[in-house]
C-alpha cells in the first residue's frame, strides 16, 4: 500500500483573512450558526478567531487586495514527522517548519506545487 496521511478530520479548517475582525465573527457567530471555539492574541481585538471548521486571521495591516482573502487551509494529522519527510525528500517550499504552537501542538505551513499555502498540524496530547 502506498503512503497515506494519517488525517484527524475534527481539526481540519480553513483560514481567510478579514478587515473587521468582530463584524465577521459576529457574522459567523450570530447569523451562520457557528460556535467560537478559541482565540489568539487579546481577546478585546484577537489576531485569530476559531470557529467550527473555519479560522479567521485579522488582516490588519496587510495588503490582501493582490492576493485575495484565503491565508490557508489547515488539516490535523497523526503523522507529521513522516509527512514533512516525504515533503522535504520532494522539495515542497516551507513557509514555516515544524514550530510548537502551545501545549503539545507542532505544525508547519507548506506551499503545494500551485503555490497554495496550507498547514499540517499535530496534537500530541
Known amino acids: 500500500m502506498a503512503f497515506q496521511a494519517q ?6 479548517h480553513t483560514a ?16 451562520v450558526g457557528l ?6 492574541g487579546d481577546p ?9 471548521g473555519l479560522q479567521l486571521v485579522r488582516a490588519e495591516g496587510r495588503d490582501i487586495s493582490g492576493n485575495g482573502v484565503f491565508e490557508h487551509t489547515g488539516l490535523a ?3 507529521l514527522d513522516e509527512i514533512v519527510a ?4 520532494h522539495g515542497a517550499r516551507f513557509d514555516q517548519p515544524v ?6 501542538v507542532r505544525a508547519c505551513f507548506v506551499r503545494d506545487n500551485e503555490g497554495n499555502r496550507f498547514e499540517l498540524f499535530e496534537n500530541g496530547a
Open 16 to 31: 481567510i483573512l478579514v478587515r473587521d475582525i468582530h463584524a465577521t465573527v459576529a457574522f459567523y457567530r450570530d447569523v
Open 35 to 40: 460556535s467560537v471555539e478559541r482565540m489568539r
Open 86 to 89: 516525504r515533503l522535504q525528500a
Open 99 to 104: 514550530t510548537a504552537m502551545g501545549g503539545s
Open 44 to 52: 478585546e481585538n484577537p489576531n485569530s478567531v476559531w470557529l467550527s
Open 77 to 79: 494529522v497523526r503523522n
Open 7 to 12: 488525517v484527524d478530520r475534527s481539526g481540519c
